[in-house]
C-alpha cells in the first residue's frame, strides 16, 4: 500500500514549480556571477544593491497582502477554518520577520 500524499498530483506540482524557482535563481546568479566576472564581485554588487532588493521585497509583501487581503474577503469560511487561516497567517508574518530580521543582521 503506497502512502496517499507522496502521489499527490498537487504535492507533485507544488515541488515543480519549487524546483524551477531554484533553477531560476541559480540561473541569475550565475548570469550574475559571469557579467561581473568572480563571485566576490557579485557579492559586492548585492551588497551594494541591498536597499533596492529591500524595496523589491516590501512591494512585494505589499502586493501579496493585498492580494490575500482581497480573496480573504471574497471567501467565507466555517469558525474552524478561519482558526487554521489565522495561525497560518501568524505563521507566514513571523516568517517573514524572522527573514528580514536575518537579513539585516548580516
Known amino acids: 500500500m503506497r502512502p496517499a500524499w507522496l502521489f499527490n ?24 556571477i559571469s557579467i561581473v566576472g568572480d563571485v566576490s564581485a557579485w ?11 529591500l524595496v523589491w521585497r516590501l512591494c512585494l509583501y505589499g502586493a501579496t497582502g493585498y492580494g490575500w487581503l482581497w480573496m480573504r ?3 467565507s469560511w ?7 487561516l489565522f495561525r497560518t497567517e501568524i505563521g507566514a508574518v513571523v516568517a517573514v520577520l524572522l527573514l528580514e530580521i536575518s537579513v539585516w543582521l548580516t
Open 78 to 84: 466555517d469558525k474552524d477554518t478561519r482558526q487554521r
Open 9 to 32: 498530483r498537487s504535492l507533485g506540482r507544488a515541488l515543480l514549480w519549487t524546483a524551477f524557482a531554484v533553477l531560476v535563481a541559480v540561473g541569475v546568479n550565475l548570469v550574475g
Open 73 to 75: 474577503r471574497r471567501l
Open 43 to 53: 557579492s559586492l554588487w548585492l551588497d551594494d544593491h541591498a536597499g533596492y532588493f
